[in-house]
């Protein structure tokens, strides 16, 4: 998916470029090493469809990254950073000392999986500087979709499929079956630790190089630090821009452009006994190109 910004004067467009990979409902396996993709975890796909079965797969891998059908996120705000947004201190907090605000609004909701939105225009354009940082504003909520299909013992194909649930902040169970139909379902992120109250997700290594790091926050102006899972209502994600690798815009630069894809990594599958068990979100790094 692109995002393209319209600018004005010398740059003529730009874009922000985010690669999903995770701030998760899945808090554990986001804090501890990159997880495995599906793809490579469970074997390639044909026609779609995992070769693997539960036996095959069995206990030795629990969780994998995957396609989501649907990822809606709601943007709020997008920005360039000389140095990293978020503070030290108890609690962290989130300062703009240092950005530029590319892009703001309140709220443009997109489906990352299947769809192209268009930005509103950044009055002027970011001065020629050396961008170590990005960071995007979204609204904590994600709307999600998807399902897996594995072989079972006599050669069969076996679909699983996402659950619409009550609780929004659970992942859903599956339905077992050839015709399961995927559901919506929604999925709240208002805590960054499995024990107690965390708003801030340290910053960790993202598929490729560079860090993501990420701030629970209130919705008012000051984006005030959220202190317990009530007050959380937007989600700043912070990522070193292409790997840790800077963006530089200067005189000669055009535009920049940002693209978001979920392929094979903005879905996390949870498996026990080789059979998926639960779906979630999974987060987002930046890939950057200024022309």
Same mark, same amino acid.
């Not at 036996?55 to 649907?70: H, L, S, W, Y």
């Not at 354009?125 to 006599?154: E, M, Q």
């Not at 050669?155 to 902040?169: F, H, I, L, P, R």
């Given at each position: 998916m692109n995002l393209k910004q319209n ?52 206990? /030795? ?80 909520t994600f709307g999600l ?20 649930? /009550? ?72 990522? /070193? ?33 080789? /059979? ?16």
């Amino acid at each position: 998916m692109n995002l393209k910004q319209n600018l004005l004067k010398n740059i003529s467009s730009i874009a922000f470029g985010f690669g999903l990979i995770s701030f998760t409902a899945f808090t554990g396996v986001a804090k501890a090493e990159e997880p495995a993709k599906c793809i490579d975890a469970i074997g390639a796909k044909v026609d779609g469809k995992y070769t693997k079965t539960p036996t095959d797969i069995g206990n /030795e891998m629990d969780f994998c990254t995957d396609t989501p059908e649907r990822f809606v996120i709601t943007i709020h705000e997008l920005g360039l950073c000389t140095a990293q947004p978020i503070q030290t201190g108890d609690p962290r907090t989130f300062s703009k000392d240092e950005c530029v605000v590319t892009m703001t609004s309140s709220g443009i909701t997109a489906d990352i999986a299947n769809s192209t939105v268009d930005l509103p225009s950044m009055s002027g354009r970011p001065p020629s500087n050396t961008y170590k940082y990005a960071y995007i504003i979204i609204t904590n909520t994600f709307g999600l979709r998807g399902s897996v299909t594995l072989k079972n013992d006599a050669g069969a194909d076996v679909k699983y499929c996402s659950q619409n649930t /009550e609780d929004a902040n659970s992942t859903p169970g599956t339905l077992e079956g050839n015709f399961c139909t995927p559901e919506n379902h929604t999925e709240v992120l208002n805590n960054f630790n499995d024990e107690g109250f965390s708003a801030y997700f340290p910053e960790n290594i993202m598929d490729g190089g560079g860090k993501i790091s990420a701030l629970l926050t209130a919705a008012d102006a000051n984006l005030t630090t959220a202190t317990e899972e009530s007050e959380a209502k937007r989600l700043i994600g912070v990522f /070193e821009t292409n790997s840790g690798s800077p963006v530089v815009i200067n005189n000669d630069t055009n535009g920049l452009e940002m693209q978001l894809t979920v392929t094979n990594i903005g879905y996390g599958i949870e498996f026990r006994d080789g /059979e998926p068990l639960d779906f979630g979100s999974m987060p987002f790094k930046p890939i950057f190109d200024t022309f």
